[in-house]
């Protein structure tokens, strides 16, 4: 029987094998630079990994590369001496680390194919902050360059044990998910990509702020796990085979892509859709069963509108993982063609959380996923565009006032809701959103990085219109799939689409719009300061010519005075609206401090506004932005009598407890 | 003898209730005093922080999430006001706590006059002080042990765990271990107040023994009688939110109405208020009636009661008279005489 056993799991592990190299894309769609074929082995009681992994990895650079840097993430949750530990102190979503709970991995051996042993000269590296003790980065010397155009292939045994959920990767319970474990080589960057002086590694160390960077390739990955746990992983299932010891080894390959994570656990329940080419597969909590239509449905509706916006995703399938509510840290994360979502028991509808997160995720199947972009030192080019892109769809679909909340009368849009984040700050000149994500202050990351970058994007697409904003976002997008933009990129293409539609109305680039918004730190806010009418005066006294009398008395002069509270200098639109009905309309360059507006007609000035049409998202400040002859007082009574309300209820409840 | 079912009980609650209809007035009366100042002071930081801005009208039609954080963003006087004015009017109100509790109790002993209740109010102030510190110093001791005991139960309860229905049951089991001894204490204080008034009691701590072994003797007349009125409080509370909704308060008239259906849903509450304590009084009367003796031989009307002389309590019940001498008042309250009876000796220590 046993032998039986044996036979039949060599042949179902052949014929997987044989799957497993079956190509996925007739041609590949990226340069496929670091390619890897991985063996893993988790122990669900231990929380362990023992895996093996074949990297191969190619020079497509013309330098000669005599070292190589993988990232070792899982040791930031190694002690607390990390410095992701050390930054997030302890906590991050609420949840925390205590004994027995860390996690790390550690490399057992690696060697090139001829045997030679690299792990002799190997050193852990602290390239952005120098902690001796941050063992994230491995810097491996080789024996000899690797030549432009050519591969080195690398063996690597490695252990490793998963944090309790924390940060994106780990278990809860009996819930694993397995994202950032194994060795994995950083970017090598030349001289000129993405505007770097001189060729070089790019590998940072994992910090509570960064997310991930790395190149393009194939992943043939084997996971094996207990039987009766239900596993979900980037990329596309080939086989599952059983083994002699009761285990099931999951196989799955995916190309063309950058990262690669899976998930387990035996609590999964499978639901199974389909929208165009793509399958989703939905692995959800059974607390969160009846969410299924609501994560199915908002994934059906981003892979359609970005299929429409920017274009096709290619890949043909997307899983979508839903966590438990205690393993939230592993929530809201993208991974290629797998995506994690959040839920929560007795949530209504009308709380959009499951909406907005799985639109997030997947938009980040595009901004990250298949335009790279370094989101360590970059973040707002994948969080910020993403951002923005789910502000666009969330409020397509859900309304512009109450795509994010519409609860009890209390509503908020999403494109609004990042405004407010953003100008609603303690600080909103903490830093400009180009500044690596490590070195954002305390609270700076996700404001700047978020919903700054959003709203900056929001406001451009109010002043080029969004026929020519979508016209960029799909350039860059056709233009930088399957590879490394820096913001140099990004910007040029927007300048190339703005001037091919405008020619130099917005001048010669729209550089005096990146440098203040992405560059800068400044805010912008405009101000109507004042707004008089009087009557002409009649011209009297000797000599003075009275032949006009009749009309001055009839016409009045209004003073109209516009202010630049803001170092941000944006053009603004200015309306002026006359007791008569009459309006008239102007746009100032806003390089001065005032603008003063003095105006002669036949009826009093009732009612200017700078920025009338709200083009300008990034005014801190709309309240200031108008100003009326009178303004309805019914408004404060509804305020101050609702106020009552509470007030007769602190009265009451507590005179008569 | 048998006691009244809780219908009746609640239905002669409310009857009574109903009868007080100038106290329930005055009650509404000093909460509308209380807080109107501060709603058109309200409305006058208002009207000087964004009066200029025409944008503000769009919060007339509705919430504008916008508009809405922008102007206390940039206006913190607005939201500062507000804050600073509830904790002084919450205070204000605990002084009314004192004052407003025992008159209300009292007036369930008469008809109930407006003057009655005054002069009770005043006449119990200094005990309900007492009274009121006596269950927050309870309150706390509670609370504290409460949560401590909340959070042992949570923390095995949630163990190695991490789906919701466990923390969600955790969450059910940490609110009822603190929250339903507090329930328990409220009650407690309302009954300690009932007996303070009821027996002229001079110690506070004694009157809330009382309540507390009252309550905690009758749980289930407690549920049916207070839980009635909560119930019904709640849906008051609810059938207003609904009508605000869907009124709205986009125009003059809107506003007006909304306005008109507010007070009343306040007078509502005043009401069940009220209520609650008649109930509690009615409950109170029932199981522990005064006097037997007395209450059985002298069925003469009320009018005659009051012009003449009440007897003396029986000897059977003399050596328990004095109230700081007594013992376990809770179970010998209808062994003394009421201050209704007491009346026309005016004062406690005549």
Request: glycine share 8%; aromatic share 10%.
């Amino acid at each position: 029987m046993r032998r039986r056993t044996m036979i039949a799991f060599i042949v179902t592990a052949s014929f997987g094998c044989f799957l497993q190299a079956q190509p996925i894309f007739p041609q590949p769609l990226s340069p496929r630079i670091a390619n890897y074929i991985i063996d893993v082995n988790l122990d669900v009681q231990e929380k362990t990994l023992v895996g093996r992994e074949t990297l191969v990895w190619t020079n497509t650079t013309r330098d000669n590369i005599r070292e190589l840097q993988f990232h070792l993430y899982l040791n930031a949750f190694r002690n607390s001496e990390s410095t992701f530990m050390k930054a997030l102190g302890g906590a991050s979503r609420g949840l925390s680390m205590s004994e027995g709970e860390w996690g790390w991995t550690d490399v057992t051996s690696m060697r090139l194919t001829d045997g030679t042993d690299l792990l002799q000269g190997a050193r852990f590296i602290a390239p952005d902050d120098g902690n001796a003790r941050d063992m994230t980065v491995l810097r491996v010397p080789l024996p000899t360059s690797v030549r432009p155009g050519r591969s080195v292939t690398v063996e690597i045994a490695f252990s490793a044990r998963l944090p309790k959920v924390l940060a994106r990767t780990g278990y809860a319970g009996n819930f694993f998910f397995v994202g950032q474990w194994f060795p994995k080589v950083g970017v090598y960057e030349p001289k000129g990509m993405r505007g770097k002086p001189a060729g070089g590694w790019n590998c940072h160390q994992f910090h509570s702020t960064t997310e991930f960077y790395a190149d393009y390739g194939v992943y043939d990955v084997s996971m094996t796990v207990p039987k009766g746990y239900v596993l979900g992983a980037t990329g596309i299932q080939r086989s599952i085979v059983e083994r002699p010891d009761g285990m099931l080894t999951h196989t799955y390959r995916a190309e063309d892509v950058h990262d690669f994570a899976w998930t387990c656990s035996p609590d999964y329940e499978v639901v199974e859709d389909s929208w165009d080419h793509v399958k989703i597969r939905l692995l959800i909590q059974p607390e969160h069963a009846d969410k299924q239509e609501r994560y199915l449905q908002s994934a059906k509706e981003a892979l359609a509108y970005f299929d429409k916006w920017l274009g096709k995703y290619p890949y043909s399938n997307l899983t979508i993982v839903d966590p438990p509510l205690f393993a939230s840290g592993a929530g809201g994360m993208e991974y290629p063609t797998l995506i994690t979502g959040l839920s929560v028991s007795y949530l209504p509808e009308s709380v959009r959380l499951v909406e907005l997160v799985t639109i997030h995720e997947f938009g980040h199947e595009y901004w990250y996923g298949l335009v790279g972009s370094n989101e360590f030192e970059e973040a707002w080019m994948d969080e910020g565009l993403n951002q923005y892109s789910e502000g666009r769809i969330m409020d397509a679909l859900y309304g512009t006032d109450r795509s994010v909340l519409d609860v009890l009368g209390y509503h908020e849009g999403d494109v609004e809701s990042n405004r407010i984040s953003y100008v609603g700050m303690d600080n909103p000149k903490i830093a400009p959103m180009s500044i690596p994500a490590w070195e954002y202050a305390s609270g700076g990351y996700s404001a700047v990085t978020y919903s700054k970058t959003a709203t900056v994007l929001a406001t451009l697409e109010r002043i080029v219109g969004i026929r020519v904003m979508d016209e960029a976002m799909r350039t860059y997008f056709e233009r930088w799939r399957f590879r490394h933009p820096g913001r140099a990129d990004f910007e040029a293409v927007i300048n190339e689409v703005v001037r091919k539609h405008y020619g130099t109305a917005f001048g010669p680039s729209m550089d005096w719009f990146f440098s203040q918004m992405i560059g800068g730190t400044d805010v912008c806010d405009y101000e109507v300061t004042s707004m008089v009418s009087q009557p002409v005066t009649v011209p009297r006294g000797r000599g003075a010519d009275t032949s006009r009398v009749e009309d001055a008395e009839r016409r009045f002069e209004s003073v109209i005075v516009v202010s630049r509270l803001g170092e941000v200098v944006l053009p603004v639109d200015v309306r002026l609206e006359f007791a008569d009905g009459d309006t008239m309309r102007m746009t100032w360059d806003g390089k001065g401090r005032v603008l003063r507006i003095r105006e002669t007609r036949p009826a009093r000035v009732v009612r200017a506004e700078v920025d009338p049409d709200r083009k300008l998202l990034v005014d801190v400040n709309i309240i200031n932005n108008a100003r009326a002859e009178s303004v309805g007082t019914s408004v404060f009574w509804k305020y101050a009598l609702k106020t009552l309300y509470w007030f007769q209820n602190v009265v009451h409840y507590t005179a008569l407890f | 003898m048998t006691t009244p079912s809780s219908p009746v009980l609640l239905l002669n609650g409310a009857y009574n209730a109903w009868q007080r209809r100038g106290i329930i007035a005055t009650l509404y009366a000093v909460n509308l005093l209380l807080a109107v100042p501060l709603m058109l002071t309200l409305r006058a930081v208002l009207s000087n922080a964004v009066g200029s801005s025409p944008y503000i009208e769009s919060l007339l039609q509705g919430y504008d999430h916008t508009i809405y954080s922008d102007m206390t963003r940039h206006h913190e006087e607005i939201y500062e006001f507000v804050k600073r004015s509830f904790i002084p009017l919450a205070l204000v109100s605990l002084v009314l706590n004192a004052i407003l509790g025992p008159g209300l109790v009292a007036s369930f002993e008469g008809d109930g006059p407006v003057r009655q209740f005054f002069h009770d109010t005043a006449r119990f102030f200094w005990r309900s002080v007492r009274l009121l510190l006596a269950t927050g110093l309870v309150a706390a001791a509670v609370v504290v042990v409460c949560v401590l005991l909340a959070g042992a139960a949570w923390m095995m309860m949630t163990k190695g765990d991490v789906v919701e229905p466990t923390y969600l049951s955790a969450i059910i089991v940490s609110i009822a271990i603190v929250g339903l001894p507090l329930v328990y204490l409220v009650l407690s204080a309302e009954y300690a107040r009932i007996f303070l008034v009821r027996n002229d009691m001079s110690s506070s701590f004694k009157a809330m023994w009382n309540g507390l072994a009252f309550v905690g003797r009758h749980p289930v007349r407690m549920a049916a009688l207070h839980g009635s009125v909560a119930v019904v409080l709640s849906f008051s509370v609810l059938f207003y939110w609904i009508f605000e909704d869907a009124v709205g308060m986009t125009s003059v008239a809107g506003i007006f109405v909304v306005l008109i259906f507010q007070q009343a849903s306040v007078l509502v509450k005043v009401f069940t208020r009220v209520w609650n304590t008649a109930n509690g009084v009615g409950l109170v009367s029932t199981i522990t009636p005064d006097i037997p003796v007395v209450t059985s031989q002298v069925p003469a009307p009320a009018e005659l009661q009051a012009t003449l002389p009440l007897p003396e309590p029986s000897a059977a019940i003399q050596p328990v008279a004095g109230p700081r001498r007594r013992r376990n008042v809770g179970r010998r309250v209808g062994m003394r005489p009421t201050r209704m009876q007491r009346r026309p000796r005016r004062g406690r220590h005549k």
